[in-house]
């Protein structure tokens, strides 16, 4: 028999929980129980007038925030409308049916006041690296670094050739607030002081970024996004956004490093990278702090007419020389005075060079130096670091790094394709560093989520 047509008839009152239309099973069930916002209010306290209206709960707005970046909700507007519709998120946000939800332009007035002044977002996300390290997840041993190309909030149609960009012809006082921070991070190693080398295109909306072509494909306005992790269980340690060049990608390196060792103790026995840390500075400032570099070394000395290579010359370190294939040696300085002409180069080069005599009578000169009357060898000033890592990189460990490697490169794909952070929404090198932080922090904690789950609670019958 056909049941009666259903229709809605208001009652004058409900008996509702939310916590019974949860399922046990929710993403944020298990995220909730490594969510401590506790100290929150203690560390914005001076950052709040003590008079005037009541502010928002700076508490409720972190909720939301992370569910937008665990759910991949990247605007507010639509965040805003995700918590007024959906149950879980109220749960989550501690917000009951009848709440209102804080309206979108809060955050941007908390984001560019008290959220950065105070640091809150790089706070919150130590505090989950924190409960990580004390859930287990975390030993320090073997960590992994890389950058991935964030794209920028800008586009080549409102920039500026080098050729015509002046910085010092800006007015920062009727400048927004993008240009601001460009202006005041020019002197910073992460941006305007990690190369003297101009782009060749410079974006009117946000400075700081830079125009690149580094995929091959069409160039665009890019931030990098530089990740930090521990190799156990992908864990990001640390997170650092700077200009998508080399140099600004070497340095977020040495700080992150340096921060985790002062916030968190840990100090790397290893780390992992690809060729693009592989440079003599940066493999000498591993070895010098007894990190082992398991990094592929940047080798530029390779030949390709077929002649011999620098690797083919033996090294004797006791000596200061180079011993060739054919048993001749080859020195940096030859009498008992130093020629000025065979001295360092001011580069951290050096020069080796064999006698001309000898090399012109030698029965392999068109196998070393065909067009040369002698053969001529460059050590760079940190050659024996690169040498360190050329010895590392014969090793079994070797290669067991580079499959965790990987694991770096697998956060960064869950964070375009998942999280849906492929390109910025905030402008500026503080709004990089905002968006970059919260979504490491939501990476964590839906790491944190799917290894230990919350336990599953039995169905009441009805």
């Known amino acids: 028999m ?42 914005l306290a001076d950052f709040y007038s003590h008079t005037g209206r009541p502010s928002v709960d700076p508490e409720l707005l972190i909720r939301m ?25 109220r749960w989550f946000c501690r917000l009951d049916l009848a709440d209102r939800v804080p309206d979108h332009s809060t955050f941007s007035k908390n984001r560019h ?32 670094v890389d950058a991935s190309l ?7 149609q409102n920039s500026t050739p080098k050729e015509e960009w002046d910085a010092s012809q800006i007015d920062p006082t009727h400048a927004p607030r993008a240009v601001r921070e460009y202006l005041e991070t020019l002197d910073e190693a992460a941006f305007g002081a990690a190369s003297e080398v101009q782009p060749k295109f410079t974006s009117h909306s946000d400075p700081a970024s830079q125009w690149t072509a580094a995929r091959k494909g069409p160039a665009f306005f890019s931030y990098s996004d530089n990740y930090l992790i521990d190799t ?32 968190f103790d840990l100090h790397p026995e290893r780390l992992i990278a690809d060729t693009a840390y592989g440079t003599g500075p940066m493999l000498g400032w591993l070895v010098e702090r007894k990190i082992a570099p398991h990094i592929p070394v940047l080798d530029k000395s390779g030949r390709n007419d077929g002649t011999w290579t620098r690797a083919d010359f033996e090294w004797d370190a006791e000596n200061n020389q180079y011993i060739c294939p054919e048993g001749q040696t ?32 030698c029965p392999s000169k068109q196998h070393c130096c065909p067009n040369m009357d002698f053969r001529s060898i460059t050590r760079e000033e940190h050659e024996d670091a690169r040498q360190v ?15 965790l490697r990987k694991k770096v490169e697998m956060l960064f794909a869950h964070l375009k394709r998942i999280l849906g952070l492929g390109r910025l929404r905030l402008r500026g090198p503080c709004g990089a ?9 939501a990476q964590n904690l839906r790491k944190l989520a799917k290894i230990l789950p919350a336990p599953q609670q039995p169905r009441k019958a009805l």
């Open 389 to 403: 890592a050329r010895d590392i990189a014969k090793t079994r460990q070797y290669e067991v790094s580079m499959k």
């Open 433 to 441: 560093n905002d968006e970059f932080l919260l979504a490491a922090t």
């Open 113 to 144: 006041g008290r959220f950065r002044d105070s640091e809150l977002l790089r706070h919150l996300f130590e505090m989950t690296v924190a409960r990580c390290i004390e859930e287990g997840l975390v030993s320090g041993q073997r960590m992994a």
């Open 2 to 43: 056909m049941g009666p047509k259903q229709e809605a008839q208001p009652a004058l009152f409900y008996e509702f929980s939310l916590e019974d239309h949860v399922p046990q099973d929710h993403l944020l069930r298990s995220i909730d129980r490594f969510v401590d916002l506790s100290g929150i209010r203690a560390h």
């Open 65 to 89: 925030l992370l569910v937008g970046y665990c759910s991949g909700i990247r605007s507010e507007r639509r965040l805003c409308e995700e918590v007024h519709l959906n149950l879980a998120y």
């Open 150 to 156: 964030i794209e920028a909030d800008a586009n080549k």
């Open 330 to 361: 080859l020195k940096q300085f030859r009498r008992n005075y130093s020629d000025p002409n065979r001295g360092p180069t001011g580069k951290g080069v050096a020069k080796y060079r064999g006698l001309k005599h000898i090399c012109q009578t």
């Open 232 to 263: 156990d269980h992908g864990i990001i340690v640390d997170v650092e956004a700077t200009r998508s060049i080399r140099q600004a990608e070497l340095g977020s390196t040495r700080t992150m490093l340096d921060r985790v060792k002062a916030k």
